[in-house]
């Protein structure tokens, strides 16, 4: 039976981390923090029936909170005066820097976001996270391509990745 | 250069570990968890009052209706129908509140937040479009809705209302034709985004038009509707009597209406109290510039 210490051993052990995955989500520490604490007391609230690992329970709580947080407050957009993703030509160069990759993260849809921080920070796999978010497993990868091509990721550590999973 | 999946990796760890972080205790998970076990108490409650007051409706005495003969004379009686849906918030306080008789100017309304949240709510006629900025920061937009200044209008309430910061805080509010607006945005009917907002604001002219705007305080659940449904109703156009046969023997002599409503003013187009745009307490002109 697990308990109120489990949770706080929990709590202590994993909010560090769990944090830092709600930061990449979100992209802003406030928010982070509220969303972790919203996650946390839902699974405090659902303790008895979150199983031995809470967290695919937690990171389901943490990807469905922030999508929905994501798409009723849109005031949280940042105004550009240049778009993320010129159409016309190719400015994989430019685009090839750390920061562009950061300003292109940003610019992710709450799903694919989610994907790319499950996969490339929390370390789960496709089915896991296809749990985590309620999709299948073809819908992970698909996901994550779109993404990884947003970013520019090196088309052949994707192909090798793709091939790996 | 694309980067490679390592770097991703790298990044990513890079970027969360900015040190900016204050952490999560589980002090902050309990004060959470009660804010939450309150809301969901606080809607329970609100389902168990609406459904008491259901089961009041059903128990009463069943009656049946007849049209009555033409040589009676005829009474007055209007049926209530409130509709009410458990777990809204309810305005609890006016924190403030401004009548305006030009659009297209942005209006700034400063006022004291506290705890609770914060709601908004725009009497305006319907053409008209409202955008809001919450200390500075665009916070929402929508349109009125329906024909009559004095009752409809755009309102802002978040799922868990809008929090402002405590001390002084500002809400503007800029009301628009909504010709104003970008093609997409009447055609789809789709929010603004935030260089459209600040696009639509710049591009805003003067014109006459009378609305008035309030700034309220939230609470989680009420018995307002309840009580709203206990008030007396008020006759409306009755044209046709009918008769009431009583299951005891007793005939009852009333009157067919039409747009019967509760004793609520403002009820006309909705009978829900909480759909209800503000009106100043003394009743009167609310454009009190």
């Known amino acids: 039976m697990r308990d109120r210490a489990d949770f706080e051993r929990y709590v202590e052990q ?77 400015r994989t160069d430019l685009l090839g820097s750390r920061d562009a990759v950061r300003r292109a993260l940003a610019c992710l849809p709450p799903k694919q976001r989610a994907v790319i921080v499950l996969r490339y920070f929390a370390d789960l796999g496709d089915p896991e996270i296809g749990q985590i978010l309620g999709c299948s497993v073809a819908t992970v990868r698909s996901q994550a391509s779109r993404a990884l091509a947003k970013l520019r990721v090196d088309p052949a550590a994707r192909s090798a990745m793709s091939l790996e999973s | 250069m694309p980067i490679t999946e390592t770097e991703l990796r790298d990044l990513l760890a890079c970027d969360s570990d900015d040190g900016l972080a204050r952490g999560v205790t589980v002090a902050d998970v309990n004060r959470r968890v009660q804010r939450i076990r309150r809301r969901r108490l606080a809607s329970a409650g609100a389902v168990l009052a609406a459904g008491l007051a259901t089961t009041g409706l059903l128990v009463t005495p069943h009656t049946v209706t007849t049209r009555a003969p033409d040589d009676i004379w005829s009474a007055v009686m209007a049926q209530p129908s409130p509709t009410w849906r458990p777990g809204e918030y309810t305005v609890t306080k006016v924190l403030a509140h401004a009548g305006y008789r030009e659009g297209g100017v942005k209006q700034r309304l400063p006022f004291e937040g506290g705890q609770k949240a914060m709601g908004l709510e725009v009497g305006c006629p319907a053409p008209l479009y409202v955008l809001v900025w919450i200390n500075g920061v665009p916070a929402a937009s929508g349109p009125c809705r329906g024909t009559d200044a004095s009752r409809t209008g755009y309102r ?43 696009s639509v604001a710049a591009g805003a002219k003067p014109y006459a038009v009378r609305w008035n705007v309030a700034v309220t305080e939230m609470e989680f659940g009420s018995s307002d509707p309840v009580e709203s449904s206990m008030l007396p109703p008020t006759p409306r156009s009755c044209t046709k009597d009918i ?36 009106v100043p307490p003394d009743g009167g002109d609310p454009f009190t510039e």
């Not at chain 2, 209302?161 to 970008?182: C, F, I, K, M, Q």
Request: charged residues 25%.
């Open chain 2, 156 to 198: 802002l309430f978040g799922e868990d209302g809008e929090h402002p910061r405590p001390g002084t805080n500002t809400v503007d509010v800029l009301v628009v034709a909504a010709s104003d607006l970008p093609r997409s945005v009447r055609t789809f009917q789709r929010p603004l985004n935030m260089a459209e907002v600040e």
């Open chain 2, 243 to 278: 008769v009431i046969h009583k299951p005891n023997g007793q005939d009852v002599l009333s009157s067919e209406c039409e747009g019967a409503s509760v004793g609520n003013p403002f009820a006309e187009e909705s009978q829900n109290p909480s759909e209800t745009l503000y």
């Open chain 1, 14 to 90: 994993r909010s560090a981390r769990l944090l830092r995955t709600a930061y990449l989500l979100c992209r802003d520490w406030a928010t982070a923090e509220d969303l972790l604490q919203t996650a946390l007391a839902k699974a405090w609230l659902a303790w008895a029936r979150v199983g031995d690992n809470p967290d695919p329970y937690v990171y389901r709580v943490l990807a469905n909170t922030h999508a929905s947080w994501w798409r009723r407050r849109w005031r949280g957009e940042v105004p550009t005066s240049t778009l993320p993703e010129p159409a016309a030509e190719d």
